[in-house]
């Protein structure tokens, strides 16, 4: 038995329609719970309890077992003196007030079903993915829209706090930190560490000194990446290689060993390369592609903004020869990358800059495009649609995403209201 299912119970009002009597055998009747403290002090603040003939208004301490009250040092703390009722799984010694008179107590072990039990060890022990998914059950249409409707914002804000974090350590410059989060986003979950470090190693500032010169731009990031050594045969990567060499001595850049990138797994048009040249086509087309959006309301237009247009043979089996592919004809980007683009970097990095700004409906008009993103079809979400669900927007995919990485991983079943739900419903 766990505090926290104990805790869970008295907040949910499940002992409310028992009859209930303290451990001296006075009739007890719950007026108020009280509100839950997630800070020092006892568990329920405020609570109503009628106790025998008497009505008493104070604080609920909840205990597995009564002498978890000696234990946990209670006895010399003045902030359990007001406790009107000690509730406990098991009663096991009379706990003392400071006037040596025993504090009221409710045992309540058996008071609890065998299901309630049940299904929370199995929550709690379970080896799949998504803790509950042997006992899923489909919520009320309006209780797990609103919870999903939490959870992507939720989701949204973890993204946001990594905006604010990226935009303090850059001073404030827009441009260059959507510079930096559109490189870690084109690296994808694989190789998006060592898009930043490119991102950091060739900075916004030295990118737009030769914002005129695509070929520049391409040998500064490829042959930093580390992608421009050895004896190339390409005639295009040649000149790149060359290019390279003379900006490398011009501004002290040294390249990275190319052992950081990823290619195993991972698709040809996914390569770390081809990215490479689609984030640099990118902010090539598109130098003030963060003052182009904020002005832009229709979310069709917006996704039109950042495609790439136009086509460049790339040997990517030059670059790398461990790769058996020789040759990528077309760097324009997916539906599905520039729909990622979307949900983890610009929508983001908007929602901040309304927020920053005070700019409500900036903000608004961003979440409006994060419901227009159809569906995303990863492996947590793959999870999820194995328990029944059925997705159709982004900010369903991605509550999902937030509801798996921050409730089910750390078995927050009690906090979760699909856990609610099941412990609820016998």
Known sequence: MKEDLLQFLWQHKYLLQKELFTTSGEPIQIIKTGLLNRHSGPDFFNAQIRIGDKLWIGNVEIHVKSSDWMKHGHQFDSAYHNVILHVVWQHNTEILDPFNNPYPTLEIAQLISEKILNNYKKMMEAKQEIP????????????????????????????????QQAHEKLNGNWEALLYEQMAIVFGQKSNASSFEVVSKVISYKLQLSYQSNLLARQALVLGAAGFLKGNLKDPYNLSLQQEFKFLAGKHGIKPLDVSIWKFGGIRPANFPTIRLFQWVECMHQHPNL????????????????????????????????????AYIETIQLSKDLINSIFINTLIPILFYYGKYNQQEQLCEKVYLWLQEIPAENNYIIKQWKKSGIRLQKATETQALIQLKNYYCNTKKCLTCAIGDYILKTE
């Open 132 to 163: 509950c998914s042997s006992i899923f059950k489909p919520l009320p249409s309006i209780v797990w829209n609103n919870w999903l409707s939490r959870l992507s914002v939720e989701r949204l804000e973890v993204k946001v706090a990594a905006i």
């Open 290 to 325: 963060f003052e182009e959006l904020l002005h832009i309301t229709d979310f069709t237009h917006a996704k039109k903004i950042i495609q790439i247009n136009g086509k460049q043979k790339i040997d990517i089996g030059d670059l790398h020869p461990n790769t058996k592919e």
